[in-house]
């Protein structure tokens, strides 16, 4: 079995490198020279939890290639997986100039029968433009070449990337002929053997299936965020409610957490996306237009609750922020929470220390050199001499640093915890002032 992966980014390399860790001949090709240099030296474009392994173990034995030419690698594939960026235009609708210009090139290389899955997230819709893209393509060289499209959206979490496409929940397939059905099971059994998976269904069920499995996710976000911040208006605890509502099997415990808002690079695009695909459709998403703006206002409340406490005046302060990444265990910093809360406080007049384990790299490209935003080495560099930590990124190290030491390094033993990872009074009691989100403190 041949397969092209089209984009080496989270999700094509993470694709690309699990499919030949099966046994299947995998060229990952992108248009990026440099990443693609890289990628044969062994240095990955992004950090993943076990990926490095996978890549260089693949690549050394031969079933894991790195090409930027699709034209030199099409012959012979049975599949072509397009997992190229579809970032938000400036509507907000996903920008499918990258997809089609992969289909364009399909067109235009492909001799052979070829099953085109598009592994990207698009619209309802897509994978018809997909096919006539494919189709104007060969016409202009006179051919007509059968090939089948389908759309297999992803749901691997960064992160958990290799465990999920490894061990899936389930795998999602739209497509219309048995061709193509035959080429995706005989790619995807190997990642079924302990229990079948495979949802098929139709195309723009399909395409539709990821929008809606993210919107989902962020809505039970800013659900929770905005049930926090009643609980701080009437003296509840978001912690408590949340183990009381996710006890129930109905709702479960999972995404119940209330935080800084969501980020990343898919759940605000997707949101944006689907609202833009109501809107074209003259049914405007209220729930959705609701939870995109319940987050936006989420991401400045722990800017507001440090203002707060220093009475609106932070010039001069020097606030320790914990971690940059949109979550821990990826060096992602699409949007970021933490971006926009050192924004705010640099704009206000504070100083900045910040450290993320892996992600400092990523967020060095996003600021401008300022003297007032300094990256450290670790947690302790970060709290000398400073009047406030901010904690906006869980990381396993940040659970249970050495609180003591900490202390004797702050000038004001003061936390704004937010993503609640902390204990009011165990924190107390190193003799720290807390602040959580969705807590009422006296
Ligand atoms: N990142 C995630 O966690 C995740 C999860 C599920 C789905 N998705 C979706 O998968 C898609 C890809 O996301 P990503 O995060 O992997 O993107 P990414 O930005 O990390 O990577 C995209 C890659 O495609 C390459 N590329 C662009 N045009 C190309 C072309 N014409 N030919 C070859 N390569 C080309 C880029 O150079 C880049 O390396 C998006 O639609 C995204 O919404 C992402």
Same mark, same amino acid.
Request: glycine share 8%; proline share 5%.
């Given at each position: 079995?041949?397969?092209?992966?089209?984009?080496?980014?989270?999700?094509?390399?993470? +694709?690309?490198?699990?499919?030949?860790?099966?046994?299947?001949?995998?060229?990952?090709?992108?248009?990026?020279?440099?990443?693609?240099?890289?990628?044969?030296?062994?240095?990955?474009?992004?950090?993943?939890?076990?990926?490095?392994?996978?890549?260089?173990?693949?690549?050394?034995?031969?079933?894991?290639?790195?090409?930027?030419?699709?034209?030199?690698?099409?012959?012979?594939?049975?599949?072509?997986?397009?997992?190229?960026?579809?970032?938000?235009?400036?509507?907000?609708?996903?920008?499918?100039?990258?997809?089609?210009?992969?289909?364009?090139?399909?067109?235009?290389?492909?001799?052979?029968?070829?099953?085109?899955?598009?592994? +990207?997230?698009?619209?309802?819709? +897509?994978?018809?433009?997909?096919?006539?893209?494919?189709?104007? +393509?060969?016409?202009?060289?006179?051919?007509?070449?059968? /090939?089948?499209?389908?759309?297999?959206?992803?749901?691997?979490?960064?992160?958990?990337?290799?465990?999920?496409?490894?061990?899936?929940?389930?795998?999602?397939?739209?497509?219309?002929?048995? =061709?193509?059905?035959?080429?995706?099971?005989?790619?995807?059994?190997? /990642?079924?053997?302990?229990?079948?998976?495979?949802?098929?269904?139709?195309?723009?069920?399909?395409?539709?299936?990821?929008?809606?499995?993210?919107?989902?996710?962020?809505?039970?976000?800013?659900?929770?965020?905005?049930?926090?911040?009643?609980?701080?208006?009437?003296?509840?605890?978001?912690?408590?409610?949340? =183990?009381?509502?996710?006890?129930?099997?109905?709702?479960?415990?999972?995404?119940?957490?209330?935080?800084?808002?969501?980020?990343?690079?898919?759940?605000?695009?997707?949101?944006?996306?689907?609202?833009?695909?109501?809107?074209?459709? =003259?049914?405007?998403?209220?729930?959705?237009?609701?939870?995109?703006?319940?987050?936006?206002?989420?991401?400045?409340?722990?800017?507001?609750?440090?203002?707060?406490? /220093?009475?609106?005046?932070?010039?001069?302060?020097?606030?320790?922020?914990?971690?940059?990444?949109?979550?821990?265990?990826?060096?992602?910093?699409?949007?970021?929470?933490?971006?926009?809360?050192?924004?705010?406080?640099?704009?206000?007049?504070?100083?900045?220390?910040?450290?993320?384990?892996?992600?400092?790299?990523?967020?060095?490209?996003?600021?401008?050199?300022?003297?007032?935003?300094?990256?450290?080495?670790?947690?302790?560099?970060?709290?000398?001499?400073?009047?406030?930590?901010?904690?906006?990124?869980?990381?396993?190290? /940040?659970?249970?640093?050495?609180?003591?030491?900490?202390?004797?390094?702050?000038?004001?033993?003061?936390?704004?915890?937010?993503?609640?990872?902390?204990?009011?009074?165990?924190?107390?009691?190193?003799?720290?002032?807390?602040?959580?989100?969705? =807590?009422?403190?006296?």
């Amino acid at each position: 079995m041949k397969v092209i992966v089209v984009g080496t980014g989270y999700v094509g390399l993470v +694709s690309g490198a699990c499919l030949a860790d099966v046994g299947v001949d995998v060229v990952c090709v992108d248009i990026d020279i440099e990443k693609t240099e890289n990628l044969k030296k062994g240095i990955l474009p992004i950090y993943e939890p076990g990926l490095e392994t996978i890549v260089k173990n693949n690549y050394e034995r031969g079933r894991l290639h790195f090409s930027t030419s699709l034209a030199d690698n099409i012959a012979g594939a049975d599949a072509i997986f397009i997992c190229v960026g579809t970032p938000p235009g400036e509507d907000g609708s996903a920008d499918m100039k990258y997809v089609l210009s992969v289909a364009k090139d399909i067109g235009k290389y492909m001799n052979d029968y070829v099953t085109v899955i598009t592994k +990207s997230t698009v619209p309802v819709g +897509s994978s018809h433009k997909v096919r006539a893209a494919i189709r104007e +393509s060969q016409a202009a060289r006179g051919v007509d070449i059968p /090939f089948d499209v389908a759309s297999n959206p992803e749901f691997l979490k960064e992160g958990a990337a290799i465990k999920d496409f490894m061990s899936p929940d389930r795998i999602v397939v739209g497509l219309d002929s048995d =061709q193509a059905k035959e080429v995706v099971d005989t790619i995807y059994r190997p /990642f079924l053997l302990n229990g079948y998976r495979i949802l098929y269904m139709d195309i723009p069920s399909a395409e539709m299936t990821k929008y809606a499995a993210n919107a989902m996710l962020a809505t039970r976000i800013s659900f929770m965020n905005d049930i926090a911040n009643l609980c701080e208006l009437v003296g509840a605890n978001v912690n408590q409610v949340r =183990q009381g509502i996710g006890a129930d099997p109905r709702i479960g415990k999972k995404f119940l957490y209330a935080g800084v808002g969501y980020g990343g690079s898919c759940f605000p695009k997707d949101v944006k996306a689907l609202l833009k695909m109501g809107a074209e459709n =003259q049914m405007p998403m209220r729930l959705l237009e609701a939870v995109e703006a319940i987050n936006e206002d989420q991401k400045k409340v722990l800017f507001a609750k440090i203002e707060r406490y /220093f009475d609106g005046n932070l010039s001069g302060r020097t606030i320790a922020v914990w971690g940059l990444a949109f979550k821990p265990n990826t060096d992602d910093m699409r949007e970021a929470p933490s971006t926009m809360l050192i924004e705010s406080l640099l704009k206000a007049g504070a100083r900045v220390r910040t450290f993320d384990p892996v992600a400092i790299h990523e967020a060095q490209k996003l600021f401008a050199a300022n003297p007032d935003l300094r990256f450290c080495e670790d947690v302790y560099e970060t709290v000398e001499g400073a009047d406030a930590i901010a904690l906006v990124t869980e990381w396993n190290e /940040f659970r249970l640093p050495n609180w003591e030491r900490i202390k004797a390094l702050v000038a004001n033993p003061v936390i704004f915890d937010g993503r609640n990872i902390y204990d009011d009074i165990m924190l107390s009691k190193e003799g720290f002032r807390y602040f959580g989100i969705g =807590q009422s403190h006296p």
